[in-house]
């Protein structure tokens, strides 16, 4: 396995810096808290984690919202600190990627300043107009708070172009000048060691009339060019892609041909899998396939060279842009029904409460990311089923501090206060829901999640194989093989609230050992069973 690329076998996981460990005592998580806890995650088995946004910002899209790209924001250390947590995250065996936003910069960016008061060289390095009324067919992202893609500047008395928040202003890309300045900051980082980047918003960095601005030739065309540089100097890194984008369109981030698979990708070399991830949650609500299923039948194949990552949470809204509107609002109705709960067009929910903290549904619903195609990843705290804030603005809610143990603040600062409090309910409370109290119960949920990645890196099948359906099982079943040099898994899923009787040839039960004889097997309801074949 040597000649495979590091990421396709990897167990992600994803930091919220400002929130995982405070180092300092000022309530606001940093680098050296991270530092501290590299250890954690090399027990829970993680190979890689994502950090968001460490840069510079005034924090208007938490961090999105970059006044400089070749620095560290204050609150969280310095760029010696970040150099240390490369370091000793390679020291460990974990790989550190961190957020790469192309598309736009905060409007404190003195980049910006110097262009609305048209200062060479910066004076085209963003989108302005003398009117709004240009680029009609691009939607609007952020509906809850924005009302156009276009906002008016004072000092240079025009309209400036942005796809997210008003203070988010979307850098021109028909500027050779942003071209290559944004390779520069690629490159600063990955001279400091970084594995590799996150790459934040790509389908929107071009912008064309009578087009959408959404995942043009000419966006495709850039990020090209971006593989090619990251390839020729630092050939291990990966990038991988956040497009929420039909699946055609989504394909098309991989490279290659998309009519021939076997064509090796040349674009970006992991995306995430947003259409599975609704569906995930379709499933296991009806207590049948059929979603899961239909969904990856109409995913088109990749290269060869390329991986899905899949995940279930993040530190972004549940997004419901990749369903039709029905199911949108069946969703809505079934994980969502309280106003707050909701947000554009997703769910500010973390997983625990989504699935009404029943450890069989989240076990459940992890084993399925690790079990399909693509490479898993962890949002922080779902290991132990940390619960969420819906009366904090914004996703707020689903960003609250890591929960470490009992004592105040969850062990996550020493500060009398904090900006963002921790969960304090008696449901997911700190006191009842940390790391300590779940390492110390062989039977938590930490332990299951760890035991899972463990039994994920023994069966190669399972990262690298390919998938074929087992069709003849009951509806609430979702069991399909696995199969890679010669190694063959079937993995059975019961998705609904009742046992399940399904037929097993002869194999191993991968998460016990036990040797299985062929015959019929009550699978419990939200249970899994990974099978590797031996008949």
């Not at 980047?197 to 960095?205: E, G």
């Not at 090619?228 to 929420?244: F, G, Q, S």
């Not at 021939?260 to 396939?289: N, Q, Y």
């Not at 009398?416 to 009842?432: F, K, N, Q």
Request: with cysteine.
């Amino acid at each position: 396995m040597s000649s495979i690329p590091w990421w396709k076998t990897a167990v992600f996981y994803q930091i919220y810096p400002r929130s995982f460990q405070d180092s300092n005592g000022d309530g606001i998580g940093d680098i050296p808290g991270i530092i501290a806890r590299l250890d954690y995650l090399r027990d829970l088995g993680v190979d890689a984690f994502w950090i968001s946004p460490h840069y510079p910002s005034p924090r208007v899209d938490d961090g999105y919202d970059i006044a400089d790209f070749y620095n560290v924001h204050p609150d969280y250390g310095t760029l010696e600190d970040f150099q240390r947590l490369v370091d000793e995250a390679h020291a460990r065996g974990i790989r550190v990627l961190a957020d790469l936003v192309l598309n736009h910069t905060s409007d404190q960016h003195p980049w910006f300043q110097a262009s609305r008061r048209r200062q060479d060289p910066y004076t085209d390095w963003y989108v302005w107009s003398d009117t709004n009324d240009r680029y009609r067919n691009a939607r609007i992202i952020f509906l809850d708070t924005e009302s156009s893609n276009w906002a008016w500047d004072d000092v240079r008395k025009q309209y400036y172009w942005h796809r997210f928040y008003t203070q988010q202003p979307d850098l021109n890309y028909d500027n050779p000048q942003v071209q290559e300045e944004m390779l520069n900051v690629v490159r600063f980082w990955l001279d400091l060691g970084l594995d590799g980047y996150r790459m934040d918003a790509v389908p929107y960095l071009f912008e064309r009339e009578g087009t959408n601005c959404e995942s043009l030739p000419e966006t495709h065309a850039y990020l090209k060019r971006v593989r090619r540089e990251v390839e020729a100097t630092y050939p291990d890194a990966v990038l991988l892609c956040e497009a929420n984008q039909p699946l055609d369109d989504l394909r098309a981030y991989f490279g290659g041909d998309p009519a021939d698979p076997s064509v090796p990708g040349d674009e970006l070399h992991m995306g995430f899998h947003f259409a599975l991830m609704p569906r995930l949650f379709m499933a296991i609500k009806r207590g049948e396939r059929t979603p899961i299923v239909d969904i990856l039948r109409r995913t088109p194949p990749i290269p060869a060279n390329c991986q899905w990552c899949t995940f279930l949470r993040n530190h972004d809204e549940l997004t419901l842009e990749m369903v039709t509107p029905e199911e949108r609002a069946w969703m809505w109705d079934q994980y969502a029904p309280e106003p707050r709960m909701r947000l554009n067009l997703g769910i500010r929910r973390r997983l625990a409460p989504l699935l009404d903290n029943d450890h069989r549904t989240i076990e459940l619903m992890h084993a399925l990311i690790f079990a399909l195609p693509g490479s898993p990843i962890i949002y922080y705290g779902d290991e132990i089923g940390m619960g969420d804030n819906i009366w904090l603005p914004d996703r707020n809610g689903v960003r609250t501090p890591m929960q470490w143990d009992d004592s105040p603040n969850a062990g996550f600062s020493t500060a009398a206060t904090l900006p963002t409090p921790v969960i304090d309910d008696p449901i997911y409370g700190y006191r009842r829901v940390n790391v300590a109290a779940q390492q110390a119960d062989p039977d938590s949920l930490w332990h299951r999640l760890r035991r899972m990645i463990r039994i994920y890196k023994a069966l190669p099948a399972l990262a690298l194989g390919d998938l074929a359906f087992l069709e003849d099982q009951p509806p609430a079943v979702l069991a399909f093989r696995r199969h890679w040099e010669g190694d063959t898994i079937l993995a059975y899923h019961n998705l609904s609230d009742r046992p399940q009787t399904i037929f097993l040839p002869p194999g191993q039960d991968a998460m016990s050992g036990q040797t299985l004889s062929a015959g019929d097997y009550r699978l419990p309801p939200y249970a899994y069973l990974w099978l590797r074949a031996t008949g």
